[in-house]
């Protein structure tokens, strides 16, 4: 509350014609205390609220003047190191800034002591005017000294504290949440990691080793149909030559034209035939698939003398012994790359098909039904062809997603009207793809009625029943398969969402053509890289999609299915290599 009583002054010409000095914050009267012609002088009166401003005005023959606004002396002192240039008051020139106006700053006197300059100087300014900045100027250089706000220290020292706090704080909560999140990651990994073990080893304890039981009639070939898949394994017109001269009788073939009887000759001259086969070998443009041709055709020309054919044989392999090879070991049928090796490949063959007929082709057989059926039991990549019961670890699939068993309901269409057959129970897998449920319901069509299904796989069709009547054709690839990069993933029967026990139809698509032709995408020559199955391709993608592909694989949780392949084999190994010791020691 201001309490009045101050000693004003007020100094102006003519001040004997003043009636009245009026404060405009009360309606009292002034008293003055002393009056003249140029000075006036009088008590300022008291204030009920605190702070407060008031002007004043003067009362002259009615009217009301107001007064200026006073004018006074601001004194600022400067401090500065002091330094030997000896500045002097008039070397120096100030300004007081206010706003964008500046007021002349005169310099009255500099003082050293200790040290320390002391300007001193003073600006002329009205009263309610505020000096925010301080230019001193020496030669061309121009100093500006700033008013320091000693309020905004003090906020800037509460906030940045609080700042800082809060920042810790929420630092400290975020590393709690983090380390608990993680710890509650690490935890659900390791359960799984545990799980996958136990299961793996429960699996191996468990596992059925018998797995020959519904392996159907062994189909043994006759002799001419066993050379000709051995010679001409891809089939074809060289095949069915091949049938036709090995079952031809050996009197009508002396009736051959004059030709082929000259070329036969030939052929039994061993100097003509070791010198054909290095010039056909020297040939760049000659193929792996040519040279196993030429061999396979010289198998079928000279099988019925194999004491000559063994004799040629043996000097075609001598010289491959007897050529340079780099300092590295020669590795003989390995890859088969060269003509004599595929003769080789023939001759052993022909000799051993009686021996594979009578003692060791049953249990062979056998070994290979078992392993079949032991990697159908669980994922195949069908683009690497990795599966997860496997004999070997390179051909491990450690990366497999989980998977269900889903049995399914195969009917085959018999005859043009449509009629159904009775259904066969198939066992496959949510991972498979539509060519890999085909080979599995072939398989058990193979397995019941003792022969093969008679319409090669990439003409059947399969379709899926929706409703009564009603079905969807299932594909490799179509307009919903999913799409990671330019990489395009195989359908599967989860793909399809389909359930257990539905009926799954089985079609030609020579007597019933599909409503959208497709070619197998296996035909692509590049379709190991614009495909994929259970190996995600190496492109980036969003996983919330697929929450499945974010759990951590390891391939050595998944080394005891190696195991377990090799104990559920081990008896059908065993009985196999049995007539091969027996055939050893009576030899």
Known sequence: MGSGKRRMNI?????????????????????FSESSDQSLQFESLAADRDPFSSSVTLRVANHTLACPNAIHHLRLTIEKKSDELQMAPEDLRGKGAQGGEDYDCVITKIERSNGTDIITCVIKISIDAEITAVKIMYGSQTKVLTHFDYLKL???????????????????????SLTARMNNLIEVLEMDIRNDIRQGFVDMQTEDSDLIENVGAIPFLDYKHFAAKIFFPEGGSLMTACLKDISQDPRKMEKQDDGCGRLAQL????????????????????????????ASVLTVALHRDLGYLTEVMEQLLRVAMEQPSNGQHKMVLRRTQSIVEKVLTNWMSICLYGFLR????????????????????GPVDSVTEKALYTLSEDWLLWQAQDFTAVKLQAVFVVGGDGQLSEPLEVEALSCDT???????????????????????????????????????ALEEVDRSSEVIGEVTMLNTLRHYKVPAKVTVKVLSTGCHPPLVSQSSVKDDQNFSV???????????????????????????????????????TSLTISLCYAPLLIAYNFR
């Not at 974010?550 to 559920?568: F, I, N, P, Q, Y």
Request: positive net charge; contains cysteine.
């Open 358 to 377: 009578e003692s060791a082709g049953q249990h062979l057989y056998f070994l290979v039904s078992a392993l079949t059926q032991q990697i159908a039991k």
């Open 154 to 176: 003090l906020l800037l020292l509460l906030v940045v504290p609080l700042i800082v706090g809060t920042g810790v704080g929420v630092y400290c909560w975020q590393k709690r």
């Open 434 to 472: 539509v060519d890999q449920v085909k080979l599995k319901i072939l398989a058990v069509f193979k397995a019941k009625f003792g022969f093969a299904y008679n319409i090669p796989l990439r003409d059947i069709r399969l379709e899926l029943e929706q409703g009564p009547g009603v079905f969807v």
């Open 530 to 568: 614009k495909y994929f199955h259970l190996i995600d391709p190496d492109v980036c993608e969003d996983q919330g999609m697929n929450p499945e592909r974010k759990k951590l694989k390891l391939k050595e949780v998944h080394l005891t299915k190696l195991l377990s392949t090799k104990a559920s």
């Open 267 to 294: 052929l039994r001259e061993p100097l003509f035939l070791t010198s054909m086969v290095h010039t056909l070998e020297e040939q760049k443009s000659f193929t792996i698939q040519h040279k196993c041709t030429v």
């Open 11 to 31: 100094t102006v010409s003519n001040l004997k014609f003043v009636d009245e000095v009026i404060h405009s914050h009360t309606d009292e009267r002034v008293n």
